[in-house]
């Protein structure tokens, strides 16, 4: 089971990037997906959730510090979760982790499943 992270990369304040993560080896169209992020020296934090109701509702979940600003979207049939990140600032520079989890209860704290990372640096 993989989750693989892409899109990161270095874009100025004000500007947009566009996060994807591809998951592998079981599908993920029943988990929550989201994302955390980390800067260095300090704890990961919570991002953003996105749960499939199985029919044609979505439900999405955003850190006080990103909402209006981001959003996380999905394709369950590419079993991908994207993030759409607008007006960025420098204090989202960090490291993004792509995530899945079984439980809406538990995406937001300790998710089973985690991709790699992919860095995204915003500059002044």
């Known amino acids: 089971v993989q989750l693989q992270a892409s899109g990161g990369g270095l874009v100025q304040a004000g500007g947009s990037l566009r996060l994807s993560c591809a998951g592998s080896?079981?599908?993920?169209?029943?988990?929550?997906m989201g994302w955390f992020r980390q800067v260095p020296g300090k704890e990961r934090e919570f991002v953003a959730a996105?749960?499939?109701?199985?029919?044609?509702?979505?439900?999405?979940y955003y850190a006080d510090s990103v909402k209006g600003r981001f959003t996380i979207s999905r394709d369950n049939a590419k079993n991908t979760v994207y993030l759409q990140m607008n007006s960025l600032k420098p204090e989202d520079t960090a490291v993004y982790y792509c995530?899945?989890?079984?439980?809406?209860?538990?995406?937001?704290?300790?998710?089973?499943?985690w991709g790699q990372g992919t860095l995204v640096t915003v500059s002044s």
């Open positions: 996105i749960r499939w109701d199985g029919r044609i509702t979505y439900y999405t």
């Open positions: 080896g079981r599908p993920f169209s029943s988990d929550v």
């Open positions: 995530v899945a989890d079984p439980s809406l209860a538990i995406i937001r704290t300790t998710p089973k499943y």
